[in-house]
C-alpha cells in the first residue's frame, strides 16, 4: 500500500520566515522601501508604451520623483509622460505620436517620506532595433568536393542582438552534423563538402525576440563538383591553372576555421556562461577535443554542444580562468588552438545591509560587503545623498564598509544606500534605520487552530513585532510552565515546532513575547487527528471476459475529518463507461472486457492526509460451452439505400434466422472506398425489433454500409456490403485534436497534432493551417500550412517561454472553423544556478532537516519539478578513514525548500548539496554542506567470550561494538546465578572502562552456571546488550589431565598422561587371560583423588601354523621381485651412458634458474618454518576456537587482518603461509583438544 501525507505545515513554516522581527506593520511610520523596479538595463519595444516602474511602500506614504540623465525630470512639461496614481511607475505614451528614441537615457527613481528617501537602480531605457538586410548580390559558390567552405550570414546589427538559424524555402532546418554546423556568429561551416551539399537554398534568418520579427537574408547556392563531373559552363568560369592543377579528392589533415593562429584571449564575467568555439577543417572530418592546461574541466558545468565544437562552461567563477585546448584530429594529423580565458566579476554581495529596526538609546550596525574583480569601490549615500555632504548625524560613525550607531535617536531614522562598483558594473542597495519605540505586538491571529495528524510535524505560528525585539516564550496551557527540551524547535521567527506530535501533543500553547515596554501574550490551539488507514485493500482479481469484478476498499478515519474515496485505472480518471459501478467501499465493473485490464487504486482523501492502495485486474477467456444449444444469428440480408441527400441517407435490410435466440440489436458499419478500403467502421446500432435506420454521412466519402446481428449468444457474420455512395466534398467541419507544443531543444517549439482522417478531409487537398505567437507579447499571429505532415517546428525561440498555438484544417473547398488557442511551451533547458543558502538542521543523531532557498523561477528554464539533495557519509568521528562512499539521493517535488533526512549514521562527519528538476535535468550543485551528527548509543559489542573456568571465577574477554555510534564511556556487565530448576538469582552490576577488553571474575560459586549480560556506553546511554553463560568447575576435579595406570596383582603400575577433556583410554600390549587392576586418578586444586577397578582379558586364539618359506606363491612373489629389479638397473645403466654424451647438461644442472631456487632465510629454511614444532608432518585442516564466538575485525577489507607478521603473508600459490607456522593461539581452546601435542603447561598438571 502506498502512503501520502501532506505537510501542510510546510507552508505555515514558510509564511513564518517571511515575518521577521525586522519587518515593520504598515500602521507604524517607516522610511521608504523600493519594492518593485525596473530592470537596470532595460530594453523597450519602439511600438509600445514605455512602462518604468518603481513602487514603494512606507508610513507615511511615500512621494516620488525621477531624474532623467543625471537632472531633475518634471513630467508635467512632457505631455506624453504621466505617473501612475499611488505609485511612481511612468507610462510614456509611444502609440499616441510619441518616439521611442526621444526617450532613450538613464533614469532614476526616488521615494520619499518624513523618515526618509530610497531611490532605484539607474534604469537605462533603449529601444530595440530590428534594421532591414542590406541588399546584396550573391554569387553561386562553386566548390570542389572535398574542399572546406564558410557560408557567411552577416545579420544586421540589432539591439539586442538577433537569433540566427539556417533554413530551406521550406522553412525546415539544415541538417547539421560534425561536418556542417553552425558557428556562434552565425556562420554555417563545412569542414568538407560533398555531393549532397548542392542546392540553392541555404538561407539564413535571423529573430528579433523584442519586435517579434524574421529577417532572411538571400539564398545563397551551392554547387560541389569533382574533375570527373566537371562540365564546360563551370570550366569556362575557372583558369587554366584551376583546370589542369585540380586533383582529386584526397585526404588532408586538419586546418582550424575559427578561431584562426594558435592562441587566443577571452574575457568572461562571472556567473554567466563560458561559450569556446573550435571549428576545423579536413577529411576525413575532424574529430574535436577539449582539455584545461593544468587543470580538469568543471564537473557538472561543462557541456558540449555543437557536435563538441563548442564548449559551454555554466555560472564561470573566477577558478575557471585558464588555458583551454581544442585539438582538431583526424587519421591524418591534428592541429589545436588555446584560448586564454580570464574571469572577471561585477560585483557581487557577501553582505548585503539590511534593514533595522531600534529603540531610542540602543547601538547598531549597518554592514555593507561586496566583492569582485576588480575588487569594488564601497560608497555610502544617505537618503540618497552622497553621506560625505549629508546632514550630519553625531550617533553615525562611517567606518570603510559599515556605518556604526550608537545611542540612536528618532531623528536618526534614514534610508542609507550602498554602491558597490567596478568597470564591469554596480550593486545598489537600500537599508533603513527605523528608530522606534513600541511594545511587543502579536502578528498571529489569536485562538487559531492548527490540525496536524499523529507523527507528523506540527508548526505553530507566533509572529511578532516590537522594538527593542521581543524575547518569545512558549507554554503548553494558559498556565503552564515555559517548554524547554529536545523535543521542541524553536525558530527565530517565533515558530514553535513539534518534530513529532503525539496525541498528548494536543491542546491549548501560549506564545508570550516581551520586551522593555511590555508583555502581551496569544493562543493558539492544536488538534492532533488519527491518520487514515485502508483497514481491507483490494486483492488481485483473475475474471473470466463478461464477468464480474468487485475491489473493496473498507477504510478507517478520524471522526472529524470527511474522506473522500476516488478509484483511478492505471493511474488515470475509471473510463466513462456504466458498466463501472462506484460504491461507498468498493468498485464493481459488469461484464469485463480485455480492455478493463490493468491496475486500479484506491485513494483516499482528506483535507490533512492521503493513502492508496492497488490491485491488478486479469481478463481471461470464457471457458468453451460444452454443448451448442443456441447459436448466434445468421447475417442480415437484402440491404437497400433510399433516400440519398448530402448529408444522410436511408438504409434497410431483412435480418437473418434468429437461431433460438432473439436478436438484441443490429450493429451498421461503413466502408470508405475512397479514403481506407478494405478498412470497416463502426457507425451507430439500433434495437432488434428496427430494420430501417436514416445514417448521418460526411461529404467526400464514399460510403459502403453493411449489418451484423447480435443475440445474446454473440454477433452474426457481416451482411454483403451495400450499394456504394459517393457524397459532394465540403469544407472541414472539424480541427484537428490533441494540438500540443512541446520543445525538443531550449530554441524550439515543436507542434504535433492528430491529423485528420480520410473520411474527415470533406473533400480533397487536405492541409493544416499551424499559427504560433508569444503569449502575454500582444505579438501578430505568425503561421505556416503544411500537408501530410503531424508536425511542425518552430526554431530560433527563447527557451521555455509560453505560445499560443492552434492549428486549423483546410481543404481545396475553405477552411474549418476557428480553432480553440492551446498553450504550448519552447524546449527547456538545464537550470542556471544551484540552490543557495542551504542550511541543516541536525535534529538528533539519525535524522536532519535541510532547508535551501528556491531558485528563481526564470533560471529554471523549464517545468519545475522539484529539488534533489545528494547527501553522503563522509567518514566515522570515531574511525578517521572512510573507503567507499555511496551517496544517497532524495527528491523532493514541487517548489519545496525544505526536507528530512533519514537514516543517517550517529556521530558521523556528512556533506551534502542541492540540485534544481526541470524537465530537461538537474541543475548545478550548490556547494557542498558539511554536518556532523551527534552521538548515538552503541550497537552490541562484537563478541563475548568466558574462558579458564576455576572453582571460583571465570576469564571474560569482549570485543568493541561493531558500531561505536560516538565515543565509549564504559562497559556495563551485569550476570546472576542460574539453579538448577532454571531460576536466576540475585543480579550483581558491574561497571567496566571503555579502554578493557577482558576481565576475571572472582569469588564465585563454584560449580554452579552463571547467566552474564554485557553492553557498551556513550555519553548518550546504553546500546543493546550480548548475553552468554558459562559453568565454574566442580570442587572435585578443575580443570587437569587424568591419569591411567594398569598393573597385575602387586607388579609395579604402568601410567599413561590422558587429555583432561577426554573419558576413555585403550591400553594396549596386555596379555590374554589375563587380570589387571585398573586405577583413574586426577589431580586438582584440592589434591589427588582416584579410583579403581578389575577386569581380565580374553582368551587367546589359537591359529594354525604354517612355514611360508615352503608355500609355491610365496616362491614366484620373490621370482618376480628379482626379475623386475634386473631390468630397472639395466635401463638406468644405458639411460647414465646417454646421459654422458652432453656435456652442457651438467653444467645446466649446476647453475640452475636462481628463480626457482627455494626462497630460504639466513639458516636455510623458510622464516615460516623455523618453529621447532613445525618440523612434524603438517596436519591437514586449520584449528577452529572451540569457545563457539566469531571475532568480528573493524575492517573486512584490511590485509593486516589475515595474520601479523610472517604469519599474514602469501604464499606464491595464492594461500596462507602463516597458515601451516608455528603461531600459537593467544587464548587456550576449550572443549576437545586439536591433536597437536600437548603443551607445558599442561604437563605440568598431569599425573605422574
Known amino acids: 500500500m502506498q502512503k501520502i501525507r501532506r505537510d501542510k505545515t510546510s507552508l505555515v513554516l514558510f509564511l513564518c520566515q517571511i515575518i521577521s522581527a525586522l519587518d515593520v506593520p504598515l500602521d507604524l511610520s517607516q522610511p521608504p522601501t523600493i519594492t518593485q523596479q525596473s530592470p537596470k538595463d532595460y530594453i523597450v519595444d519602439p511600438r509600445e508604451n514605455i512602462v518604468i516602474q518603481c513602487e514603494a511602500k512606507g508610513k507615511p506614504p511615500p512621494s516620488f520623483s525621477w531624474t532623467r540623465n543625471g537632472t531633475h525630470f518634471d513630467i508635467d512639461k512632457d505631455s506624453q509622460v504621466t505617473m501612475k496614481p499611488n505609485s511612481g511607475t511612468l507610462v510614456i505614451n509611444i502609440m499616441n505620436g510619441g518616439k521611442a528614441e526621444a526617450y532613450e537615457g538613464v533614469y532614476q527613481c526616488t521615494a520619499r517620506n518624513e523618515r526618509g528617501a530610497a531611490v532605484s537602480n539607474n534604469i537605462m531605457i533603449r529601444p530595440s532595433r530590428s534594421p532591414l538586410w542590406t541588399k546584396e548580390k550573391l554569387e553561386p559558390n562553386h566548390v570542389r568536393e572535398g574542399d572546406s567552405l564558410v557560408l557567411h550570414c552577416r545579420p544586421p546589427v540589432g539591439l539586442p542582438p538577433p537569433i540566427i538559424f539556417w533554413m530551406d524555402n521550406a522553412f525546415q532546418r539544415l541538417p547539421q552534423s560534425e561536418r556542417v554546423s ?140 585558464g588555458n583551454y585546448k581544442c585539438i582538431a584530429r583526424n587519421t591524418l594529423g591534428s592541429v589545436y588552438h588555446v584560448i586564454s580565458v580570464t574571469v572577471k566579476a561585477a560585483p557581487y554581495w557577501i553582505t548585503a545591509p539590511r534593514n533595522l529596526v531600534l529603540s531610542p538609546g540602543e547601538d547598531g550596525t549597518l554592514i555593507c560587503r561586496a ?90 505560528d507566533c509572529a511578532y ?150 490491485a491488478v485486474l486479469t481478463v481471461v477467456a470464457a471457458p468453451p460451452t460444452p454443448a451448442i444449444i443456441y447459436a448466434r444469428p445468421n447475417p442480415p440480408f437484402d440491404l437497400e439505400l433510399t433516400g440519398q441527400l448530402e448529408r444522410s441517407i436511408t438504409l434497410s435490410w431483412i435480418p437473418g434466422d434468429e437461431n433460438n435466440s432473439p436478436i438484441t440489436n443490429f450493429i451498421i458499419e461503413y466502408e470508405d472506398a475512397l479514403h481506407e478500403p478494405g478498412v470497416w467502421h463502426y457507425q451507430t446500432e439500433v434495437p432488434g425489433t428496427q430494420t430501417t435506420v436514416k445514417l448521418k454521412l460526411s461529404p467526400y466519402v464514399n460510403y459502403s454500409f453493411r449489418v451484423i446481428a447480435v443475440n445474446k449468444i454473440g454477433r452474426s457474420q457481416p451482411s454483403e456490403p451495400s450499394d456504394q455512395y459517393l457524397t459532394k466534398s465540403a469544407s472541414p467541419d472539424e480541427n484537428p485534436a490533441n494540438v500540443q507544443g512541446i520543445g525538443s531543444e531550449p530554441d524550439n517549439l515543436v507542434i504535433t497534432w492528430e491529423p485528420l482522417k480520410g473520411f474527415q478531409s470533406n473533400g480533397p487537398g487536405l492541409q493544416y493551417k499551424v499559427s504560433w505567437r508569444q503569449k502575454d507579447v500582444d505579438d501578430e499571429w505568425t503561421s505556416v500550412i503544411v500537408a501530410n505532415v503531424s508536425k511542425y517546428i518552430v526554431s530560433g525561440t527563447p527557451t521555455f517561454v509560453p505560445y499560443e498555438i492552434k492549428v486549423q484544417a483546410l481543404n481545396d473547398l475553405g477552411y474549418a472553423p476557428e480553432p480553440s488557442e492551446v498553450i504550448g511551451h519552447s524546449g527547456e533547458d538545464l537550470p542556471m544556478v544551484a540552490p543557495g543558502n542551504v542550511q541543516v538542521h541536525v535534529i538528533n543523531s539519525t535524522l536532519a532537516k535541510v532547508h535551501w532557498d528556491p531558485v528563481p523561477l526564470k533560471t529554471v528554464r523549464g517545468h519545475l519539478q522539484g529539488y534533489k539533495v545528494y547527501y553522503w557519509k563522509v567518514q566515522s568521528l570515531s574511525r578517521r578513514s572512510r573507503r567507499h562512499v555511496e551517496k544517497k539521493i532524495l527528491t523532493f517535488r514541487g517548489n519545496k525548500t525544505f526536507g528530512m533526512l533519514p537514516g543517517l549514521e550517529p556521530y558521523s562527519s556528512y556533506k551534502l548539496n542541492v540540485r534544481v528538476v526541470n524537465g530537461k535535468g538537474e541543475g548545478p550543485a550548490s556547494p557542498d554542506k558539511v554536518f556532523n551528527t551527534p552521538e548515538g548509543v552503541p550497537s552490541s559489542p562484537s563478541f563475548l567470550k568466558i574462558t579458564n573456568p576455576t572453582l571460583d571465577s571465570l576469564t571474560l574477554e569482549w570485543g568493541s561494538p561493531t558500531h561505536p555510534n560516538g565515543v565509549l564511556t564504559s562497559y556495563t556487565l551485569k550476570f546472576q546465578p542460574i539453579n538448577n530448576t532454571h531460576e536466576l538469582g540475585p543480579l550483581v552490576e558491574i561497571r567496566i572502562p571503555a579502554n578493557e577488553s577482558s576481565l576475571i571474575l572472582k569469588n564465585l560459586n563454584y560449580s554452579t552456571r552463571y547467566k552474564f549480560y554485557f553492553n557498551a556506553q556513550t555519553s548518550v546511554g546504553s546500546g543493546s546488550q550480548i548475553t552468554e553463560e558459562a559453568v565454574t568447575i566442580m570442587d572435585e576435579a578443575g580443570i587437569l589431565r587424568p591419569a591411567v595406570g594398569a598393573g597385575k596383582g602387586k607388579e609395579d603400575w604402568k601410567k599413561e598422561i590422558v587429555n583432561g577433556s577426554r573419558s576413555f583410554f585403550v591400553l594396549k600390549g596386555l596379555t590374554p587371560g589375563t587380570a589387571y587392576k585398573v586405577r583413574v586418578g586426577a589431580e586438582g586444586l584440592s589434591g589427588f583423588r582416584s579410583s579403581e577397578d578389575v577386569f581380565e582379558t580374553g582368551p587367546a586364539m589359537a591359529s594354525r601354523q604354517v612355514d611360508i618359506a615352503t608355500q609355491g606363491w610365496f616362491i614366484g612373489l620373490m621370482c618376480a621381485v628379482a626379475l623386475l629389479i634386473l631390468i630397472l638397473l639395466i635401463v638406468c645403466f644405458i639411460r647414465r651412458n646417454k646421459g654422458g654424451k652432453y656435456p652442457v647438461k651438467e653444467k645446466e644442472d649446476a647453475h640452475a634458474d636462481p628463480e626457482i631456487q627455494p626462497m630460504k632465510e639466513d639458516d636455510g629454511t623458510f622464516g615460516e618454518y623455523s618453529d621447532a614444532e613445525d618440523h612434524k608432518p603438517l596436519k591437514k585442516g586449520s584449528r577452529t576456537p572451540s569457545d563457539r564466538t566469531v571475532k568480528k575485525e573493524d575492517s573486512d577489507d584490511s590485509l593486516v587482518d589475515y595474520g601479523e607478521g610472517v604469519n599474514g603473508q602469501f604464499n606464491e600459490d595464492g594461500s596462507f603461509i602463516g597458515q601451516y607456522s608455528g603461531k600459537k593461539e593467544k587464548e587456550p581452546a576449550e572443549g576437545n583438544e586439536s591433536s597437536e601435542a600437548p603443551s607445558p603447561v599442561n604437563a605440568m598438571n598431569s599425573f605422574v
Not at 478515519?557 to 475509471?574: A, F, R
Open 182 to 321: 553552425q558557428g556562434l556568429n552565425g556562420d554555417l561551416y563545412f569542414s568538407n563538402v560533398q555531393p549532397e551539399d548542392t542546392r540553392e537554398d541555404y538561407i539564413c534568418y535571423a529573430r528579433f525576440n523584442h519586435t517579434q520579427t524574421i529577417q532572411q537574408k538571400q539564398p545563397i547556392s551551392v554547387k560541389v563538383y569533382s574533375m570527373d563531373s566537371l562540365n564546360d559552363t563551370i570550366a569556362a568560369n575557372l583558369s587554366d591553372t584551376d583546370i589542369y592543377g585540380a586533383k582529386p579528392v584526397t585526404e588532408r589533415q586538419p586546418v582550424l576555421l575559427t578561431p584562426t593562429g594558435s592562441t587566443s584571449t577571452k574575457v568572461e564575467l562571472r556567473g554567466n556562461v563560458l561559450l569556446l568555439e573550435c571549428i576545423a577543417a579536413g577529411l576525413p572530418t575532424p574529430v574535436i577535443r577539449w582539455i584545461k592546461e593544468g587543470g580538469e574541466l568543471p564537473a557538472n558545468r561543462t557541456f558540449f554542444e555543437n557536435f563538441k565544437k563548442t564548449l559551454k562552461i555554466i555560472d564561470v567563477s573566477e577558478a575557471d580562468s
Open 371 to 460: 566583492n569582485g574583480n576588480p575588487k569594488p569601490s564601497i560608497s555610502w549615500l544617505a537618503n540618497g545623498v552622497p553621506i560625505a555632504i549629508a546632514p550630519e548625524d553625531p550617533s553615525r560613525k562611517v567606518d570603510g564598509d559599515t556605518i556604526i550607531f550608537s545611542h540612536v535617536q528618532e531623528r536618526s531614522s534614514a534610508v542609507y544606500q550602498c554602491n558597490a562598483s567596478n568597470e564591469y558594473g554596480y550593486l545598489l542597495a537600500n537599508a533603513f534605520v527605523n528608530v522606534l519605540a513600541e511594545p511587543p505586538r502579536i502578528l498571529t491571529p489569536a485562538n487559531k487552530l492548527y490540525q496536524v495528524i499523529a507523527d507528523s510535524p506540527a508548526l505553530l
Open 465 to 614: 513585532f516590537g522594538s527593542p525585539k521581543p524575547e518569545i516564550e512558549w507554554f503548553k496551557g494558559v498556565k503552564g510552565s515555559i517548554l524547554r527540551g529536545n523535543e521542541y524547535v524553536f525558530h527565530d521567527n517565533g515558530t514553535l515546532e513539534i518534530p513529532v506530535a503525539q496525541k498528548n501533543s494536543a491542546g491549548t500553547y501560549t506564545c508570550v513575547a516581551r520586551n522593555e515596554l511590555g508583555k502581551i501574550q496569544n493562543e493558539v490551539h492544536l488538534e492532533i487527528k488519527d491518520p487514515t488507514m485502508i483497514i481491507k485493500q483490494p486483492e488481485y482479481k483473475v475474471i473470466q471476459r463478461y464477468g464480474h469484478a468487485s475491489f473493496e476498499c473498507i477504510i478507517k478515519h478520524d471522526s472529524t475529518l470527511l474522506p473522500t474515496v476516488t478509484w483511478l485505472k492505471d493511474n488515470e480518471e475509471l473510463p466513462d463507461d456504466e458498466r463501472f459501478l462506484v460504491g461507498k467501499d468498493n468498485l464493481t465493473i459488469m461484464n469485463v472486457t480485455d480492455k478493463d485490464d490493468g491496475t486500479y487504486t484506491c485513494v483516499v482523501n482528506t483535507t490533512l492526509d492521503s493513502v492508496s492502495a492497488s
